[in-house]
């Protein structure tokens, strides 16, 4: 008997109309789909009209589950893996499922679709480059390790609206002036993308209602080095601040020396 095929299929990260259309045939004429949860895919599946049958699939239940979809699929069942949102396996469960049915000569077929990071970046200044790195590390030694690859990457980011704040001040005081870009709410009514240096980020988001889902990069260190905070020490000149007072400001703002501040603005 031939084996079956397991389908890895991306679902929306807000908007449905993005489900494509292949992906919803192949989640109609499956055997079973596997889901993170099958209460959020339901939501999905009952949009589309597709009346295929749901099983669970998640981090806690993934050896197990595996084990179980492993023998479907060598019995000649087709197999759908879908997580709640976006791309399964991208900071989501599925590489056991992928790794064990490429042990036993399954055929695992990608079906593509959304994916927060790559969405978020697709709408960012970017020269294409980047590390992608999941979530934001919530251990201090993995924090520091990571932002290391500042030096040489765009670095990408997952991270929750209660922990950005202060994850931008973690990053803050260890890379100092560095721009940073936050996408929120992507495909949804609230959506929001906004690059600023870290310090004008940081404000931006004190100022607004933190809420959503969120993908944030770190933009190149080398950035942060041709950061030209002129024109801003500029702006508060003319609007009235002496040049004294406009280089201690962005002094404080920007994390650079206040003389060096001064003297490019009386240079000018
Ligand atoms: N597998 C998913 C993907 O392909 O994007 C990511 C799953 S991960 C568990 C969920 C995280 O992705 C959220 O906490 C958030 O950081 C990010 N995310 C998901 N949907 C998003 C959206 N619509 N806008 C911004 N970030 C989103």
Redesign the pocket.
Known sequence: MSKGSLYIV?TP??NLGDFSTRAAEVLRNVDIIACEDTRVTQKLLNHFDIKTKTVSYHKFSEKERSGKLIEMLSGGQNVALV?D????I???PGGILVENARKEGIKVIPIPG????IT?LSAIHNDGTFAFLG?FPQKLSDAKNVLEYAKNFNLVF???PNRILKTLDFIKENLGCVDISV??????IHEDINTFEISEMINYLKNSVVK????FVVHKKEAKENFDYIPKAQKLLAEGFSAKDAAKIISTIYDVPKNDVYKKLLDK
């Open positions: 991306a990260i807000g997580s949102a976006g791309t399964p991208i900071s989501d959304c994916c927060a990071a978020a979530f997952y991270e929750s996408a929120r709410e992507l495909t949804k959503g889902e969120i993908v």
